[in-house]
Nanobody, 126 residues
Framework: QVQLVESGGGLVQAGGSLTLSCAAS???????MGWFRQAPGKERDPVAA????????YYTDSVKGRFTISRDNAKNTVYLQMNSLKPEDTAVYYC????????????????????WGQGTQVTVSS
């Protein structure tokens, strides 16, 4: 069982930056990790994913060039650096973890995730 706790959300003006963190309760070095977001009235959508080795990363088109996902397996923590934030980035952001059975599974958001955090609110004002 893996427990995930997100932090780092908040209120920021458009053009600003935030860094989200996701701390896992146990070793996640063999887990792919992902960030998802859900805006009010919308479905939960994938934002970024990273393989267990950090060799592979993948982003949804709307955040490419602005967001960076990274991980520190020694600290069982994954990060999402968000720059040039836009009002449309406003959402609850969720961290997710899933055992990575196949190389390249994070590409195209094909990875299955079994564990989810409670989410952290990110609000971008215009």
């Amino acid at each position: 069982q893996v427990q995930l706790v997100e932090s780092g959300g908040g209120l920021v003006q458009a053009g600003g930056s935030l860094t989200l963190s996701c701390a896992a309760s146990g070793p996640t070095s063999t887990y792919a990790m992902g960030w998802f977001r859900q805006a009010p009235g919308k479905e939960r959508d994938p934002v970024a994913a990273i393989s267990w080795s950090a060799i592979d990363t993948y982003y949804t088109d709307s955040v490419k060039g602005r967001f960076t996902i990274s991980r520190d397996n020694a600290k069982n923590t994954v990060y999402l650096q968000m720059n040039s934030l836009k009002p449309e980035d406003t959402a609850v952001y969720y961290c997710a973890a899933g055992l990575q059975y196949r190389p390249g599974s994070v590409i195209g958001f094909r990875q299955r995730y079994d564990y989810w955090g409670q989410g952290t609110q990110v609000t971008v004002s215009s």
